[in-house]
């Protein structure tokens, strides 16, 4: 079936740091993929998403390009803030007649410190 | 444009009890997905509904339920309460064109003692 991997977390930086949170998946056909964001007490707000290979979703400084190849979505950000601490995950939706469905990572919590 | 709603927003329930969360989806949108969130599990799908039907449905036990009604509106019903439901449970809803894209709620958080 379906899956998504995220790195393990928690990830701890400084703020400016470059971050980067891995995530592969395995699934058949040609998924699409997302960035989902929670803030501690809240739902998910998507963050960014692409929907077919070589695309790249950005959103907020937020990047990540979707790899057929390496089945990877990692999501990368230049310059991180104190208000980018949150719970990050990666997601793919399979399509189809799944197009409500999607199967997450475990999420990665971050921590930015000023 | 109002987003998701969900209610109510936490509840305690006792086990053996039932339980019943309601979501009103972004208006227009026709489609509701519901998730389950724990420190274990994290997110799990539970079902969709769309246009009043159940269009897929996850791995969980006939207690969870779920119906959609004709102004798009859902709930989702947990009976015979575990203390394993307890969970943030998550609706999320999407327009009728055909895309993964989900606008959550913030959910309905459930702690069974």
């Known amino acids: 079936g379906d899956s998504v991997t995220q790195m393990e977390g928690p990830v701890t930086l400084s703020e400016e740091a470059f971050l980067t949170i891995n995530c592969t998946y395995t699934?058949?056909?040609?998924?699409?993929l997302f960035w989902y964001v929670q803030y501690p007490g809240e739902g998910l707000q998507l963050l960014l998403k692409a929907t077919k290979a070589d695309d790249k979703g950005s959103n907020k400084g937020f990047e990540a390009t979707y790899r057929k190849e390496t089945t990877s979505f990692h999501l990368e950000k230049g310059s991180v803030q104190v208000s980018d601490s949150a719970v990050y995950f990666c997601a793919l939706n399979a399509g189809g007649t799944s197009y409500g469905k999607l199967t997450f990572g475990q999420g990665t919590i971050l921590t930015v410190h000023p | 444009k109002a987003g998701v709603t969900q209610t109510p927003r936490y509840l305690i329930k006792t086990r053996g009890q039932q339980v019943t969360l309601s979501c009103s989806p972004i208006s227009g949108h026709r489609s509701v997905s519901w998730y389950q969130q724990t420190p274990g599990q994290g997110l799990q799908f539970l079902f969709e509904y769309f246009s009043e039907t159940q269009r897929n449905k996850g791995n969980f036990p006939g207690r969870f339920s779920g119906r959609q009604f004709s102004n798009s509106r859902s709930e989702m019903n947990v009976s015979t309460l575990e203390l394993g439901d307890s969970a943030l449970y998550l609706c999320?809803?999407?327009?009728?064109?055909?895309?993964?894209?989900?606008?959550f709620g913030e959910g309905s958080r459930l702690t069974v003692l």
């Open positions: 999320a809803s999407r327009t009728s064109v055909n895309t993964g894209e989900l606008f």
């Open positions: 699934a058949t056909g040609y998924p699409s």
